[in-house]
């Protein structure tokens, strides 16, 4: 499994950044495109995207590895 990808408020803008690291991997202008970004590495390292708001707090989580707890969703 790899690294959490962190999508996070920067300077005005928005950025992704792999957990534990100082520096961000890439800045953009929209929390929407940073998300979408986010989720191309995530999917390629079996980790999640941890999406925070503007205040820094953590909004929501996208798991896209070995999930310990799957949804129980039956209809598909």
């Known amino acids: ?8 408020p920067n300077d005005g803008k928005w950025a992704v950044r792999g957990a534990g690291n100082d520096k961000v ?8 495109e940073a998300i979408d970004y986010a989720k191309g ?8 995207v941890v999406i925070h708001r503007k205040d820094g707090t953590i909004r929501d989580k ?7 707890n799957p949804p129980e969703d039956t209809k598909f």
């Open 25 to 32: 991997t890439k800045k953009f202008d929209t929390q929407k």
């Open 62 to 68: 996208d798991s896209h590895g070995n999930d310990p």
């Open 41 to 48: 590495i995530a999917i390629n390292q079996s980790s999640e």
């Open 1 to 8: 499994m790899g690294k959490n990808q962190h999508v996070v």
